[in-house]
C-alpha cells in the first residue's frame, strides 16, 4: 500500500505543479508503474477544477466563471497537455514526413496549426462547461462538476492505452521520461480503467431518483464517445509516426477530455435547458 501511494504521488508530481514529499524518493522505474495512477491523478484536477468554477460562480456568471476554472486547471498542470496538443498538431497537421515531424514536436516554438488547435479547444472547453454550468445554476444535479471530475479522469486513461498499444516513436536515449518510452506493459492500462470504472460507479451511486438515469447515458455515452477518440487517436499516430510520444499522449488527453465534455453536454441537454 505505501509503495501504491509512493507510485501515485510521483504521477501527480509528473502530471501537475504539487511535488511529491522527500520521503517518497525517485526510482526511474517508478514512472513506468505511476502510470495505472493518471486517472487518479485526474480526479484530484477535475475537483480543483470543479471547486474552481463553483467558488468563481458565487461571484461571476458561467462564462466567466469557465474561463476562470480553465485558467485555475492549467495552472495546476503546468499546461503540460495543451503543450502536448499544440506540438502535436504542428508536427501532424500537414504533410510532414516522420523525421522531420518529430523534429517540428522538439521545437520549442509555436505554429499556426499549432495555435488555432490551443483557442480552439479552449474556447470548447469554456463553452461547454459553461453550458453545463448554466444548467447546474438552475437548480439541477451539478452536471457541470460531475462532467469535470470524470472528463479528467477518463482522459487520463487514455495514454496508458496508448501506450501499452504502441511503440515509442522518438529516440529512447533522448526522452525526457526514458523508463515510460522503454516498455510499458497491460498491467498499468487495466487498473487505469479500474480506476475510470471505480469512479464511475460512484458517481452513478451518488446520483438520486430521477436523474440517475441521465447520470447512467452520460457515463455510458461519454465512455463510449472517448474510447473512439483514443482507437481514432492509436489509428492516427501508428499511421503517421508508427508510435507514440509525449506529445502525442498529452494531445490525445486533450481530444479525450474534449470529447468527454462535448457528450456530456449533448446527454444532459443543458443546451436546451
Do not use: N
Not at 523534429?103 to 499549432?114: L, Q
Amino acid at each position: 500500500m505505501k509503495h501504491e501511494l509512493r507510485l501515485f504521488l510521483v504521477a501527480m508530481q509528473f502530471l501537475t505543479r504539487v511535488p511529491a514529499p522527500r520521503w517518497v524518493g525517485f526510482d526511474p522505474a517508478w514512472l513506468r508503474s505511476c502510470l495505472r495512477h493518471f486517472p487518479l491523478v485526474g480526479a484530484c484536477v477535475g475537483l480543483w477544477s470543479a471547486a474552481a468554477l463553483h467558488a468563481a460562480l458565487w461571484f461571476w456568471p458561467p462564462l466567466v466563471a469557465s474561463v476562470l476554472s480553465l485558467a485555475a486547471t492549467v495552472w495546476l498542470t503546468g499546461a503540460l497537455h495543451e503543450d502536448g496538443l499544440a506540438d502535436t498538431v504542428d508536427a501532424l497537421g500537414g504533410a510532414a514526413a516522420r523525421e522531420q515531424a518529430l523534429a517540428i514536436m522538439k521545437d520549442s516554438r509555436i505554429g499556426s496549426y499549432g495555435a488555432v488547435a490551443l483557442v480552439l479547444a479552449c474556447l470548447l472547453k469554456v463553452a461547454t462547461v459553461s453550458a453545463l454550468a448554466t444548467h447546474t445554476s438552475q437548480g439541477e444535479i451539478g452536471w457541470a462538476a460531475a462532467a469535470l471530475v470524470w472528463s479528467h479522469i477518463v482522459s487520463r486513461a487514455a495514454p496508458a492505452w496508448v501506450v501499452s498499444t504502441l511503440s515509442y516513436a522518438g529516440s529512447v536515449e533522448a526522452s525526457k521520461a526514458r523508463p515510460l518510452a522503454e516498455t510499458v506493459g497491460s498491467r498499468g492500462f487495466w487498473i487505469g480503467m479500474g480506476w475510470v470504472a471505480l469512479t464511475s460507479t460512484a458517481l452513478f451511486a451518488s446520483v438520486a431518483g430521477a436523474q440517475r438515469g441521465q447520470a447512467f447515458w452520460a457515463v455510458s455515452s461519454a465512455l463510449v464517445a472517448c474510447a473512439a477518440t483514443t482507437a481514432c487517436c492509436v489509428r492516427w499516430l501508428r499511421r503517421r509516426l508508427g508510435g507514440y510520444t509525449g506529445d502525442t499522449l498529452g494531445a490525445t488527453q486533450q481530444l479525450v477530455e474534449l470529447t468527454s465534455l462535448l457528450a456530456w453536454l449533448a446527454v444532459t441537454g443543458a443546451h436546451r435547458g
